[in-house]
């Protein structure tokens, strides 16, 4: 299919990348992205936080500040409580404030089945733009949220996870990446991508894909909610996980060192994942110190970009 285009767009929809990005003139352009879902946890507040920090994150990603929002409700008015989609709302509103950006709209149908989103709406320097694109040999990769959230929301649906868990997984889920953002535009980063459906390795592979370059991947250094690994080993694992492996695999390569269960949670589906990135070298180390002062703990240097094995992923 052939797209409409013009010579403003920065990036469109020939290349999968986090949102679109139109520039306005010479040092303004617009980052525009779209994400709803049905709900991942049963408190309507924090669904709707962690909706809007999911549609926010695509934002940060692409190096930009989020300036406007839009709803996108589908709501089962006949069959469930409209104070319900109050709290819903309320939760994204306050996440919204959090981010410094102004809802200004929306748009309601009636559904079937629970649906709520943001299109968000933001600013970047045309020059500034961080796409998957651009791996240089050498860049040392960063992850700023620990993985395992897909494994363990199955766990929360079969009703085996404690309160102290869900409680850490849904504030870790409604986690802006904002500061996350803010640091990383003081560094020479050459690549960025937030980690979602596809998993760490699917989002990994999309920016190894026509790089020319290799990445290596140190799996004890990735961060990882331990409670996965258990729940992994219980086989609680959401059928995400093996389409992304499926989907993936050819580009992965696995050291017989690595875990099954490790493996299982690299391809594990997140949702309002962790920045994943590709920083110069020579700043990697002074730019996990500046997340971590900032708070952002769990994040890791995870690997590394070379010049082999072209366009896979090693990991050891
Ligand atoms: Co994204
Ligand atoms: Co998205
Ligand atoms: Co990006």
């Given at each position: 299919m052939v797209f409409p285009t013009d010579e403003?767009?920065?990036?469109?929809?020939?290349r999968a990348d986090d949102a679109g990005v139109y520039r306005i003139s010479d040092d303004l352009a617009l980052i525009q992205t779209v994400d709803f879902f049905t709900?991942?946890?049963?408190d309507p507040y924090w669904f709707g936080q962690i909706a809007a920090a999911n549609a926010l994150s695509d934002v940060y990603a692409m190096g930009g500040t989020p300036k406007t929002a839009m709803n996108l409700v589908g709501f089962p008015i006949k069959s469930m409580d409209i104070g319900i989609l109050r709290q819903i709302i309320q939760g994204g509103v306050d996440k919204l404030t959090e981010a410094s950006t102004v809802l200004i709209g929306g748009h309601s149908i009636e559904d079937k089945e629970l649906k709520y989103g943001l299109s968000v709406t933001g600013f970047v320097h045309p020059a500034r733009v961080l796409t998957k694109k651009n791996l240089q040999a050498g860049d040392q990769l960063i992850l700023t949220k620990p993985l395992g959230t897909g494994i363990i929301n199955t766990a929360i649906k079969g009703g085996l996870a404690s309160d102290e868990l869900i409680d850490t997984v849904t504030r870790l889920m409604a986690t802006l990446n904002r500061d996350a953002a803010e640091v990383m535009m003081n560094f020479p980063v050459h690549a960025c991508t937030d980690v979602t459906g596809f998993g760490l390795l699917g989002h990994l592979a999309e920016m190894v894909a026509g790089s020319g370059l290799g990445v290596h991947i140190q799996a004890n250094r990735v961060p990882i909610l331990k409670e996965a690994l258990e729940y992994a080993a219980m086989?609680?694992?959401?059928a995400g996980m093996y389409k992304n492996r499926k989907f993936r695999e050819y580009m992965v390569d696995f050291s017989t060192s690595v875990d099954i269960l490790i493996q299982d949670v690299l391809f594990d589906p997140q949702t309002s994942g962790g920045l994943l990135i590709c920083v110069a070298q020579d700043s990697s180390k002074d730019l996990l110190y500046r997340l971590k002062e900032k708070g952002?703990?769990?994040?890791?240097?995870?690997g590394e970009v070379r010049t082999?094995?072209?366009?896979k992923i090693k990991i050891i």
């Open positions: 403003n767009v920065i990036v469109g929809l020939d709900p991942i946890v049963d086989g609680l694992i959401p952002i703990l769990w994040a890791e240097i995870i082999e094995p072209k366009e």
